[in-house]
């Protein structure tokens, strides 16, 4: 179909660049954006019939990844530092 | 020598935007809202269990009148309860570290039992301030006595829940601290430092499940002696 309208796994690495122009960046978009994202990963991984602990273990060890991420700043000089 | 051990406490900010809003609404992300099938997946199978769990707890003790406060009631339970676990996880903030948040949580709620009390039963509410069978010449001060604390009440509730996770994260953080620079030292001392690392970890496990039902149980016993 048209560029804008295929999902972003969809779209080829030449394309990408004219897929982010037709995006719509204003609050309500990037909030409908974030709610599409959540809700495909809900379906995918917790709204499933056997689901186990994959699909909330996932969003712990990523919320841990991004908290890192958050606090490098801070913590990069420790390695070498000596008083704690 | 800076005292960075006390820098895991500091709320935690990237180019001067506060993140501390998105450590305290993650939670929300972890309990899905229940869809309108008879059978639902695991994780709302789960909270749904869990949720009728504490709220028949918490609910039991009290009159119907009571029954009003069951969802603030039980969703500060699933807050708190979400939020001190969460800050076991490495790298992560735990909101509950910060005074502020605690007073803020404790000190409406305690305000509310305790006008909703004077406002429907005053007698009642204000005879709670002597029990039953003193002696005359102790009245006047276990009156003062009793008055300071209720009082005291918000400020206990609030700074029991600061003091336990704050105490709990720092002495994780020393014993860490120990464990790694013993290590190319001496080894043996090492591996039992991280044995009591293990079992303080377990203890902080249960301190956050805990606290968090302590908070709520008192507040509920003040609402029992209000409503």
């Known amino acids: ?84 | 020598m800076n005292l960075s051990f006390f820098d895991q406490f500091m709320s935690p900010s990237l180019l001067g935007i506060p993140l501390i809003l998105i450590s305290m609404l993650f939670p929300t992300l972890l309990y899905p809202s229940p869809n309108s099938r008879w059978i639902t997946n695991r994780l709302l199978t789960l909270q749904s269990w869990f949720l009728h769990l504490i709220t028949k707890q918490l609910m039991t003790p009290l009159t119907k009148k009571g029954h009003k406060w069951a969802l603030i009631l039980s969703s500060l339970m699933i807050f708190l309860l979400t939020i001190n676990l969460l800050g076991l996880l490495p790298y992560t903030f735990t909101p509950t570290t910060q005074l502020s948040m605690n007073l803020a949580l404790a000190f409406p709620l305690w305000l509310a039992t305790l006008l909703t009390g004077l406002r429907n039963q005053p007698s009642a509410s204000l005879g709670h301030l002597l029990p039953e069978g003193t002696p005359t010449p102790l009245i006047p001060a276990l009156i003062l006595i009793e008055t300071t604390s209720l009082l005291i009440r918000p400020l206990a509730l609030g700074v029991r829940l600061t003091a336990n996770l704050t105490a709990g994260h720092l002495l994780i953080q020393l014993i860490s601290t120990a464990t790694t620079v013993l290590l190319p030292i001496m080894p043996a001392v090492s591996l039992l430092t991280l044995s009591i690392l293990l079992l303080l970890t377990i203890l902080e496990v249960a301190v956050a499940m805990i606290q968090a039902y302590v908070f709520v149980l008192l507040l509920s016993l003040y609402l029992q002696e209000n409503i």
């Open chain 1, 1 to 84: 179909g048209p560029l804008s309208e295929r999902p972003l796994m969809q779209v080829r690495l030449g394309e990408l660049h004219t897929w982010i122009s037709t995006c719509d960046f204003s609050p309500q978009g990037l909030l409908g954006a974030a709610q599409k994202a959540w809700n495909s990963y809900y379906a995918k991984y917790i709204n499933v019939r056997r689901g186990g602990h994959t699909g909330i273990s996932m969003l712990l060890a990523g919320y841990c990844l991004l908290s890192y991420s958050w606090n490098y700043q801070h913590f990069k000089r420790h390695r070498w530092r000596k008083y704690h």
